[in-house]
């Protein structure tokens, strides 16, 4: 039997010129996959008429929106999921449901090989391989445009030549990848990082400066997980969606960093997550009333750990399943809303209500129920303090003699 390899498909002309050679250089039968993890542009269909017109022998397409957004964006939103401080992962998240797909059609078609489109410079093709070494150890991966050096000139001139049925015009001087978490976008002018972004890069935001009037929006969340807007229950994909709707008019979720990349690199990036930050912003303001205060100090550890572990392509790790289960636990509590201004390219929160709650007004109070007695105080500043001012006074003894 023909040996077949299973192409991770995204429609566009590096991987549609992937499908021809990689027959050429392995001899090798396609089977291109799509996965719809809310990138939105072309049908999914379209896409699969591409692949086979483009002689793929097999195409298959998976619409994993919902799987995406509830098995990938909701933990990293429990997380609060913010690489270096900034960036809510949103390509890092996408490559391990990819690769459940990519290698589910491996099983389905009988492939022994497994390729994607990413470069050697990205953390991309780490994520995809980890990830496929991972769930399918037999398996074997290539990556054509890394291996067998397919630059984009050389894949417009075999586009052409071989009259693949896609556009080899239009020039895009950026890398883009997007989905419903969010859009990731580099390269082009942006690598000289004086440059400041120009309007024409961004798709998911409108432009902060000219906002609409405020718009507020009050989110549900029960045991971590966010469940309705304005009172209206809706799924988490439709959350996040209609999310990066309202936020997005406002401008919020742009980001522009520069970054580590796994492979040593630092990289200028530009992300738009208007649902995805509005939604970590919220969650964070539920859980500092509702988890208790250590708590809440080692998640934000946890946190950051788990956030490290998904960047560098080890969602499918053993450490990183074990954080999963500390991070749900921490979540028992945080139930409740937040009420949100989206306004100017800020979420601002305005207002949080629980019944599970820790705040107690009567301890917190200036006003008269105040039950807290301040007396207690004084003895417990001496002794918080004991274990420094033991140690200073040694080493005033020891300056001095
Ligand atoms: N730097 C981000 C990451 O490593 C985004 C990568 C996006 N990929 C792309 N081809 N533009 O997760």
New binding site residues.
């Given amino acids: 039997m023909t040996d077949r390899v299973v192409l991770a498909y995204s429609g566009g002309l590096d991987t549609s010129v992937a499908i021809g050679w990689i027959d050429e250089a392995t001899g090798a039968e396609v089977i291109a996959v799509a996965v719809d993890v809310g990138q939105g542009g072309e049908s999914l269909e379209t896409i699969r008429q591409r692949a086979l017109g483009c002689g793929a022998v097999e195409a298959y397409v998976a619409d994993a929106r919902d799987e995406f957004a509830e098995g990938y964006c909701l933990p990293a939103l429990k997380a609060n999921a913010l690489y270096q401080g900034h960036?809510p992962?949103?390509?890092?998240l996408s490559r391990p449901v990819i690769v459940k797909h990519l290698v589910a059609a491996a099983r389905q078609f009988g492939a022994s090989t497994v390729a994607h489109g990413?470069t050697g410079k990205?953390?991309?093709q780490v994520r995809f391989e980890v990830g496929i070494q991972t769930l399918g150890p037999d398996l074997t991966c290539i990556a054509p445009v890394r291996d067998l050096a397919l630059t984009r000139d050389k894949a417009i001139e075999y586009a052409e030549r071989n009259d693949l049925p896609i556009e080899t015009t239009k020039k895009n001087p950026y890398?883009?990848?997007q989905n419903v978490w969010g859009r990731?976008?580099?390269t082009g002018y942006l690598e000289d990082l004086w440059n400041a972004p120009t309007k024409d890069i961004y798709d998911y935001t409108a432009t902060p400066e000219f906002p609409p009037a405020p718009d507020e929006v009050i989110i549900s969340f029960r045991e971590g997980v966010p469940v309705a807007l304005d009172g209206v229950e809706l799924s988490q994909l439709q959350i996040i969606q209609e999310l990066n709707r309202r936020a997005g008019a406002q401008g919020v979720g742009r980001i522009d960093v520069v970054?580590d990349?796994l492979v040593g690199i630092k990289?200028r990036?530009v992300y738009e997550a208007p649902g995805a930050m509005t939604l970590i912003t919220a969650h964070k303001h539920l859980e500092d009333i509702t988890v208790e205060r250590e708590q809440a100090r080692f998640k934000a550890t946890a946190g950051q750990r788990w956030t490290e572990l998904v960047?560098d392509g080890q969602w499918f790790s053993p450490l990183k399943r074990s954080l999963d289960a500390f991070i749900d636990d921490t979540q028992r509590y945080v139930s409740g809303d937040i009420r949100v201004v989206l306004h100017g390219g800020v979420a601002q929160v305005t207002g949080r209500r629980s019944d599970t709650s820790l705040y107690d007004f009567n301890l917190a109070t200036y006003d008269i129920g105040d039950t807290f007695d301040q007396s207690q105080a004084k003895g417990f500043i001496e002794l918080w303090g004991m274990s420094a001012k033991v140690a200073s006074s040694r080493d005033q003894r020891i300056a001095g003699s």
């Fill in positions: 960036y992962l949103v390509s890092a990413c990205g953390n991309d890398s883009i990848d990731a976008v580099e970054e990349r990289s990036e960047y």
